[in-house]
């Protein structure tokens, strides 16, 4: 019995011995295996995801129409002698000026120029490129598309350091687009593609955004995102109310005019705006909020500007009213005033302009309500030419699209009825100060 335990105790260290070598034989080997498990090439047609591949092919296709603008104006409007003018007498000891001072002797002295940059792209065979009007707009004689003297407009194409100058061919400063087009044309790249313009009506909130641009300075800088929001309005965006389209996509100051695209590599938007963050050195950065002007309004806009015209507030027919929609007002106050479900009032009216000749009647009273005042008593626009009329933008859009001596057929509501108003466009200069339609 013994015999037979100690044979069976030497049988289990064997056995044991030969597990242990096994693993060590494992161990030992484990690493080669690796080894040759990395170095097993990668499927080229996995290397990227679908949405990866889809960005890079984007920008291969078009990134090389994405253009760096510079502008240089000579001087800045304001000499020397006029700084030196305006420091007052008590100061001027720290400049060391003499007691005979005179600004004029200062007149003469050259002044530094202005400079500024952005972006743009190019549309169309014939290689005009699309930027903002604020891009350009210091380089440009006032309410025109004639460069100043001593101003220079520059662009540089994607893998070229070379500059080309380019000129102003058309601008619509309400809704801060300009064309601008080479003073050369052999100086556009050969097997450029340029952007296709997209229906921006068709943008949907979540869709994929790109943008491309040169922000502080750098060349040719992709970022991707998605549209945040539809139809937003920034103050200070053009002249009047644009339904911008909002992205998350960042986008920073040099963003200015370049494209914001979509999964097929169209134009959906020009970059023109962002609600900055501004860092400790004042610079300002992107917080995730950007908007671009919807490429449907280049598009309505554009032979426009080919044919060299520029528009802004002042040279565009107009009703001459200011109004606020329906729906701003409390339910409280709609209901005692007996108001329409939707609509704009119209709070006033402008003297000689279009409304008034068609009598159209503005708020004759105001109102308190929910700690504020509002005008009440004026006309109700229902639709324009058998449109309903949902908000202000609705009527700013059908009277910018319009001509001096075009007849808009208004449906007014007036002490609870309706009525039919023919109003004839007519250019009315804008009261300084008002935000009129």
Do not use: C
Not at 9 to 28: D, E, I, N, P, R
Not at 44 to 67: C, K, M, P, W
Not at 125 to 141: K, W
């Amino acid at each position: 019995m013994k015999q037979t335990s100690k044979h069976y105790v030497q049988k289990m260290l064997l056995t044991l011995m030969l597990g242990v070598a096994a693993f060590v034989v494992v161990l030992t080997t484990s690493p080669q295996v690796a080894a040759q498990q990395t170095i097993t090439p990668i499927d080229e047609g996995r290397a990227f995801l679908e949405d990866e591949q889809n960005t890079i092919d984007i920008i291969e296709t078009y990134g090389a129409s994405v253009v760096a603008i510079s502008i240089e104006v000579q001087g800045n409007g304001q000499t020397p002698g006029d700084f030196l003018e305006q420091i007052p007498e008590q100061f001027r000891d720290f400049f060391n000026l003499p007691e005979d001072f005179d600004p004029e002797d200062f007149d003469n002295l050259p002044l530094p120029p202005s400079q500024g940059s952005g972006s743009g792209f190019v549309v169309g065979d014939s290689g005009q490129i699309i930027t903002n009007y604020h891009v350009v707009r210091r380089a440009l004689e006032e309410r025109s598309v004639t460069m100043l003297d001593g101003a220079e407009i520059r662009v540089i194409f994607p893998g070229n350091d070379q500059e080309v100058p380019v000129s102003v061919v058309g601008a619509n400063a309400l809704y801060d687009i300009a064309l601008l087009e080479l003073e050369n044309p052999e100086d556009l790249p050969a097997d450029l593609l340029p952007i296709p313009i997209s229906d921006s009506d068709s943008v949907r909130v979540g869709q994929k955004t790109i943008a491309i641009g040169n922000p502080f300075g750098f060349e040719s800088t992709v970022t991707a995102g998605i549209v945040s929001g539809i139809g937003r309005n920034l103050p200070g965006v053009g002249e009047i109310n644009v339904p911008l389209l909002q992205t998350d996509a960042a986008i920073n100051p040099g963003n200015s005019g370049g494209p914001l695209l979509n999964s097929r590599g169209e134009l959906i938007g020009i970059n023109t705006a962002i609600i900055p963050q501004v860092g400790a050195g004042g610079q300002r950065g992107n917080l995730g909020i950007g908007f671009a002007v919807p490429s449907n309004i280049l598009d309505a806009n554009l032979a426009e500007m080919q044919a060299g015209v520029f528009s802004d507030i002042d040279s565009r027919p107009r009703l001459g009213v200011i109004i606020r929609d329906v729906n701003t007002y409390p339910d409280n106050v709609r209901d005692t005033l007996n108001l329409p479900e939707s609509g704009v009032v119209v709070m006033e009216v402008q003297a000689g302009s279009a409304a008034e000749q068609a009598g159209l009647q503005g708020a004759e009273f105001e109102v308190t309500a929910e700690g504020q005042t509002i005008p009440a008593g004026g006309d109700v626009i229902l639709a324009v030419n058998g449109e309903a009329v949902r908000n202000a933008s609705d009527i700013q859009d059908v009277v910018f699209s319009s001509s001096r001596g075009d007849v808009l057929e208004l449906t007014v509501w007036r002490d609870g009825e309706e009525q039919m108003i023919p109003v004839t466009l007519d250019v009315v200069p804008v009261a300084e100060g008002s935000d009129e339609n």
